[in-house]
């Protein structure tokens, strides 16, 4: 049993490049959520999902885009990365009580 | 606006040393009162939710308190082991995405 997994664990990117960050989950949940981890922010939810081919905007969504097209998959777009984006990106599951969120390892992206 | 404050940012004990760290928020009609660990350089750990003021829940030497505006989670005799960011979150009013605080870092040393 996997829980949540994301790939990649790293990445490092240069301004303007593109790139997608996968969220698998294998436990069958409803809700998927996208979140950064800034030092001192804490973290701050992107977006997030509430069923296959649906998708919310959290705090923080400009320079983002998700697609759910697969209940067990979330996907974090970057179109056009900017260093404002340099974090560790989390991914999280939760099923319908959503009592608890299980998280992936995360992704440390680093935009030059 | 929903919002969760954690208190201290960071928080030095010695082994034994038993302390408190806390939680306030702001969030309208509370859906669940959530502790996380965080160890370095991994995602964030569930430990407790909470559902209402009164509510208590206890695991190995954390105990997680509620009431209407802040929640404690004391340690009792830490341990090196202990040492992780401790996070508190609530679920957004519309009870769809939780809303986390900046954590509270804690170093237990020997």
């Known amino acids: 049993n996997a829980g949540v997994t994301q790939t990649p664990k790293f990445r490092v990117l240069k301004t303007g490049q593109s790139m997608t960050l996968l969220c698998a989950q294998d436990m069958n949940h409803e809700y998927m959520y996208w979140y950064r981890q800034d030092p001192g922010m804490g973290l701050r939810l992107i977006h997030y999902s509430v069923g296959e081919g649906t998708t919310a905007k959290g705090e923080v969504p400009d320079g983002y885009n998700v697609s759910r097209l697969k209940k067990q998959n979330f996907l974090l777009g970057l179109e056009s990365a900017a260093p404002s984006q340099t974090s560790v990106y989390f991914c999280?599951?939760?099923?319908?009580?959503?009592?608890?969120?299980?998280f992936g390892s995360g992704t440390q992206l680093s935009v030059l | 606006e929903d919002q969760v404050t954690q208190s201290p940012e960071a928080l030095r004990l010695q082994e034994g040393e038993s302390s408190s760290l806390n939680c306030s928020y702001t969030?309208?009609?509370?859906?669940?009162l959530f502790w996380y660990r965080q160890d370095p350089g991994k995602g964030p750990e569930f430990l407790f939710t909470?559902?209402?003021a009164g509510e208590e829940k206890e695991k190995e030497r954390l105990k997680a308190t509620l009431t209407k505006k802040e929640s404690f989670l004391h340690i009792t005799a830490p341990k090196p082991e202990d040492s992780a960011t401790y996070l508190c979150a609530a679920y957004n009013q519309a009870g769809t995405a939780l809303i986390f605080g900046k954590g509270t870092t804690l170093s237990v040393s020997s």
């Open positions: 969030v309208s009609g509370l859906r669940g």
């Open positions: 909470l559902y209402s």
């Open positions: 999280a599951s939760g099923d319908l009580t959503n009592e608890k969120l299980f």
